[in-house]
């Protein structure tokens, strides 16, 4: 997911980003 880092994003999407990582309902 390096494009999500490399992509300027807001401080919501961030940790909607990082919950979505690690979800297991999303993996």
């Known amino acids: 997911l390096s494009h ?9 999407e961030k940790w909607l980003i990082n919950l979505w990582t ?3 309902i999303y993996d």
């Open 4 to 12: 999500h880092a490399a992509k300027p994003v807001t401080d919501g």
């Open 22 to 24: 690690w979800d297991p």
